[in-house]
């Protein structure tokens, strides 16, 4: 599984007591009580045909448009004072949900790892992008979707510490330069009748303004001792095979004998998911939910610039 949405212990449709909000025969709103959502189809298929995006999680309405092209083409189409689900919706909730939603206990009788404190219900985690890659000991582990970006980023800064360390590096200077987009969304109004159309979904107008700030980390170390006829094992790595740049600077360490060098890490990289997509679907479920009227995003994208200074060399006697 590339992607989980972690659900309540499952319960029999008799126990089980969905916390959304749902109509009554007279059309009077009422409030159940638990919080919990369960995989056993029936009991899906009565909760979610009754319910409307106004009472789902927002989390699980994002995730499941996500991954399906027909609730986000739902979702751009929807007018802003239709919260109903209709029957296409529902089933491919119901599809997200059976294909994705797994109880923590399951997490854990499967075997998956999560960083500290996760699982948790509501949230959706990710499988790491090096899991199904040899020797890199990260097999079925999962990270939060919300954190997914921030974790890779540390990841690949700290083993890039340890490479240029092994190399013999004398001066490490990490330049953190953050990008921020400070993006304000404001409400547009929407007629009964108009469309939302693709390339407008969350119905915001948008105006930006770039904010670069930096940072800087010095290490200085004594140096481990380098030797001209010295190599790297490589094999001890996780992202090196995965990272070029990387492997570029090793070569020129190994046998040009390399005494400075500059390597940039981005935040958005390769293994990035869509964060436009993503600030998009959830501006317009906020839209239809009626829940936000003017917000603020802070998108920031990290750059580490790092600079290294390693000792000549030596020669064997």
């Known amino acids: 599984m590339d992607k989980i949405y972690i659900i309540e212990d499952n319960f029999s449709e008799k126990e089980y007591k ?38 789902l999680p927002t989390a699980l309405i994002l995730n499941a448009a996500i991954a399906s092209p027909s609730i986000y083409k739902a979702l751009t189409n929807k007018k802003s004072d239709d919260t109903r689900l209709n029957e296409t919706e529902v089933k491919e909730i119901e599809k997200f949900l059976d294909k994705n939603g797994l109880t923590v206990k ?37 990270m939060p979707e919300n954190d997914y970006d921030n974790i890779l980023l540390e990841e690949r800064e700290a083993e890039l510490l340890k490479i240029l360390i092994n190399l013999g590096a004398t001066k490490i200077e990490i330049i953190e330069k953050d990008e921020n987009d400070n993006s304000s969304l404001i409400g547009a109004s929407v007629t009964a009748d108009a469309g939302i159309s693709a390339a407008n979904i969350s119905g915001f107008s948008k105006s930006s303004a ?22 790297l094992i490589r094999g001890d790595y996780a992202w090196l095979s995965y990272e070029p740049q990387w492997d570029t600077l090793i070569t020129a360490r190994e046998i040009g004998g390399c ?12 293994y990035s ?15 239809i939910k009626g829940e936000v009227k003017h917000t603020k995003e802070n998108k920031t994208n990290k750059i580490y610039i790092i600079n290294v200074d390693f000792a000549a060399p030596l020669q064997k006697a």
């Open 106 to 142: 399951e997490c854990r009788a499967r075997g998956f790892k999560f960083p500290p404190g996760h699982p948790i219900v509501g949230h959706a985690y990710r499988l790491h992008p090096l899991a199904n890659y040899a020797n890199t000991k990260k097999s079925d582990t999962y």
């Open 273 to 287: 998911i869509d964060r436009e997509l993503s600030a998009d679907i959830k501006a317009r479920i906020y839209e």
């Open 210 to 231: 770039n904010n670069n700030n930096t940072n800087t980390r010095t290490y200085g170390l004594v140096g481990k001792r380098w030797f001209e006829s010295d190599s």
């Open 259 to 270: 005494t400075s060098a500059t390597v940039e890490i981005k935040q958005l990289s390769k």
């Open 18 to 55: 969905p916390n959304f909000t749902l109509p009554d025969s007279s059309n009077q709103l009422i409030k159940t009580e638990n919080n919990s959502i369960s995989t056993t189809a029936g009991v899906i298929s009565g909760v979610l045909s009754a319910a409307s995006l106004v009472s």
